[in-house]
């Protein structure tokens, strides 16, 4: 083999590590910025004599006044608390509508299907102004369940449509002979379809808590009350005074938002793949 070929040969190994090495440095930039600036002291802050992406003296009375001056860990538990709630029914219901979708014949299912995903192109911004109305209705207002209610609203058309495609590739063959043995459709559902869609549920389930974790227009137009605030509105409002930004608590109240979807992820990630793909693939 010639010094040409080999060096060909060799500069194609290398350019997937290249980019990877290129997409970790982007991807990682953010978290590193947010590191560094929920460590730094705020005389190295704001006296711009440390160059941005360096720290000579480490401190930790960011992470102490955002313990210890706010309700960090009371909006961090209604974040929780929302996210689960609001992701179990829209699961639930995504899971049924997408079954009927894919397996039950009935006239105009397609169209329904598209309209479904339809919906979830309609931005936020337009939908929670009637939302606000029918909240108010239900004297929700400054409650946390204003959000569990209104969440699914974004949240279920792209998982029933995301699952009405994984649904489609399961064998309709599996169904067909529990039917015949006597099986209901719902406990073929519940007992055949469900167990072999997990990769499917699990996209859904990550798609739905990631949006629940982070939506911020529901949350500021229904609730006001500073102890019933999520995460992203309680950093937010709470740190930001005007035109003063305490970027110190700020980055690290941002740091400490993203840890629970990043260790999600990391553990999930083979079958958010295998979810993702089948669905947006299929039908």
Same mark, same amino acid.
């Given at each position: 083999?010639?010094?040409?070929?080999?060096?060909? %040969?060799?500069?194609?190994?290398?350019?997937?590590?290249? *980019?990877?090495?290129?997409?970790?440095?982007?991807?990682?930039?953010?978290?590193?910025?947010?590191?560094?600036?929920?460590?730094?002291?705020?005389?190295?802050?704001?006296?711009?004599?440390?160059?941005?992406?360096?720290?000579?003296?480490?401190?930790?009375?960011?992470?102490?006044?955002?313990?210890?001056?706010?309700?960090?860990?009371?909006?961090?538990?209604? &974040?929780?608390?929302?996210?689960?709630?609001?992701?179990?029914?829209?699961?639930?219901?995504?899971?049924?509508?997408?079954?009927?979708?894919?397996? *039950?014949?009935?006239?105009?299912?397609?169209?329904?299907?598209?309209?479904?995903?339809?919906?979830?192109?309609?931005?936020?911004?337009?939908?929670?102004?009637?939302?606000?109305? *029918?909240?108010?209705?239900?004297?929700?207002?400054?409650?946390?369940?204003?959000?569990?209610?209104?969440?699914?609203?974004?949240?279920?058309?792209?998982?029933?449509?995301?699952?009405?495609?994984?649904?489609?590739?399961?064998?309709?063959?599996?169904?067909?002979?529990?039917?015949?043995?006597?099986?209901?459709r719902f406990r073929v559902l519940l007992q055949i379809i469900l167990p072999l869609a997990v990769p499917g549920l699990v996209t859904a389930t990550l798609f739905s808590f990631t949006l629940s974790w982070g939506e911020?227009?529901?949350?500021? &137009?229904?609730?006001?009350?500073?102890?019933?605030?999520?995460?992203?509105?309680? %950093?937010?409002?709470?740190?930001?005074?005007?035109?003063?930004?305490?970027?110190?608590?700020?980055?690290?109240?941002?740091?400490?938002?993203?840890?629970?979807?990043?260790?999600?992820?990391?553990?999930?990630?083979?079958?958010?793949?295998?979810?993702?793909?089948a669905g947006a693939t299929k039908g």
């Amino acid at each position: 083999m010639s010094s040409d070929s080999s060096r060909g %040969v060799g500069t194609r190994v290398w350019v997937p590590y290249l *980019v990877i090495a290129a997409y970790l440095v982007v991807g990682l930039f953010p978290f590193f910025v947010m590191g560094i600036t929920a460590v730094k002291p705020n005389a190295e802050l704001y006296s711009g004599t440390t160059p941005p992406l360096m720290v000579r003296r480490l401190t930790m009375e960011h992470y102490r006044f955002l313990f210890e001056q706010t309700d960090f860990l009371r909006w961090f538990w209604n &974040s929780t608390l929302v996210a689960a709630l609001s992701t179990s029914v829209s699961v639930v219901i995504s899971s049924m509508a997408a079954y009927a979708l894919a397996r *039950v014949r009935f006239r105009g299912s397609t169209p329904m299907g598209i309209a479904i995903f339809l919906t979830y192109l309609v931005p936020p911004t337009l939908l929670f102004i009637p939302l606000v109305d *029918v909240v108010a209705r239900l004297r929700l207002a400054d409650s946390i369940w204003s959000l569990v209610l209104t969440y699914p609203t974004f949240l279920v058309p792209f998982s029933t449509w995301m699952l009405t495609g994984y649904f489609k590739t399961i064998p309709r063959e599996l169904e067909e002979c529990a039917m015949v043995d006597g099986a209901s459709r719902f406990r073929v559902l519940l007992q055949i379809i469900l167990p072999l869609a997990v990769p499917g549920l699990v996209t859904a389930t990550l798609f739905s808590f990631t949006l629940s974790w982070g939506e911020m227009i529901y949350a500021v &137009s229904f609730i006001s009350a500073t102890p019933l605030k999520t995460l992203p509105i309680g %950093v937010a409002t709470s740190l930001v005074r005007g035109d003063v930004y305490f970027w110190g608590p700020l980055m690290a109240g941002a740091l400490l938002a993203s840890v629970p979807i990043v260790l999600v992820y990391s553990f999930l990630t083979e079958y958010f793949v295998s979810g993702l793909t089948a669905g947006a693939t299929k039908g």
